[in-house]
Nanobody
Framework: VQLQACGGGLVQPGGSLRLSCAAS????????MSWHRQAPGKQRELVAA???????NYADSVKGRFTISRDNTKNTVYLQQNSLKPEDTAVYYC???????????????WGQGTLVTVSS
């Protein structure tokens, strides 16, 4: 199983980006999917998460600015980032709980990270 994240880049404050992360490989089902970020010198933190049914939760710092969504037919999770601030600068990682075989438990899988830089 692989998670491939993309969509990062350099954007000015107030700008927008859309990150995407596609899961591929031997996948039976996917439970929760989420985005995390790690800024230089800081610990990795949860940004947003979404269940298979579409329930979402967000870090307080991004509420009202970021929107997480998913396309279950494509095994893909998205993060729409609006009104970006310099403090949003970080490497963003996607995460998914994936079941590879019917009857087996879910295991955690991480994407490789995509860099978002917010700067003028």
């Amino acid at each position: 199983v692989q998670l491939q994240a993309c969509g990062g880049g350099l954007v000015q404050p107030g700008g927008s980006l859309r990150l995407s992360c596609a899961a591929s490989g031997n996948i039976f089902s996917i439970s929760a999917m989420s985005w995390h970020r790690q800024a230089p010198g800081k610990q990795r933190e949860l940004v947003a998460a979404i269940t298979s049914g579409g329930n979402t939760n967000y870090a307080d710092s991004v509420k009202g600015r970021f929107t997480i969504s998913r396309d279950n037919t494509k095994n893909t999770v998205y993060l729409q980032q609006n009104s970006l601030k310099p403090e949003d600068t970080a490497v963003y990682y996607c995460n998914a709980l994936i079941r590879t075989t019917q009857g087996m438990g879910y295991t955690i899988h991480w994407g490789q990270g995509t860099l978002v830089t917010v700067s003028s």
